[in-house]
């Protein structure tokens, strides 16, 4: 049984690594940082496969573009786009999704909602805009180009992901097939 669970477990990360490089490829240049459907993925890995998995799957898309696979936005990839403007988002991505995970399962509601939604991307804007302002040595104008632009655009995405997840893990109470434990 352990073993069943494993298999589906090693798919469904695979399958969001695979979904968060399509979400970078699904990109809109508008500056120094791209609007994407990253985070959108992001989440939704934590979300389903909870905060262990989402993690290890984020480490592992990150892992991929590390060593030159172009699953960034733009098809970038390599270490050096670590060390770019949207490096900080980047890296702040397996945080994020173990947050996610950790959030959808508190048992209030209203606080299940807004940590879930706004904790994650709290953690990429705060990783993001540190190294962003190293390169526009403007705390305003990284503001202005890092988060603004984002912001509602990004709790759109969170809340999609959100409903879908919890749609997805009411799904799983009754029947299942995708039930990973959220604990892990």
Request: hydrophobic share 55%; charged share 10%.
């Amino acid at each position: 049984m352990r073993t069943n669970k494993n298999l589906k477990t090693a798919i469904l990360g695979g399958a969001f690594v695979a979904l968060t490089v399509i979400g970078a490829w699904i990109s809109i240049p508008i500056g120094s940082v791209p609007i994407t459907l990253q985070l959108f993925f992001v989440l939704l890995s934590g979300f389903i496969l909870g905060p262990k998995y989402g993690f290890w799957t984020q480490i592992a898309y990150l892992s991929l573009g590390a060593i030159g696979l172009p699953v960034f936005a733009n098809f970038a990839g390599g270490i050096t786009v670590f060390f770019t403007p949207v490096g900080g988002y980047l890296l702040a991505f397996p945080i994020a999704a173990f947050c996610a995970g950790k959030c959808i399962i508190i048992k209030n509601k209203t606080i299940n909602f807004a940590l879930s939604v706004l904790l994650p991307i709290g953690i990429i804007y705060a990783s993001g805009v540190t190294v962003l302002n190293i390169f526009l040595k403007s705390p305003k104008k990284t503001v202005m180009i890092g988060v603004v632009p984002f912001i509602g655009i990004d709790l759109v995405k969170a809340t999609i992901a959100y409903i879908i997840a919890l749609k997805v893990n009411n799904l799983t109470k009754y029947n299942n097939m995708l039930k990973i434990n959220k604990g892990e």
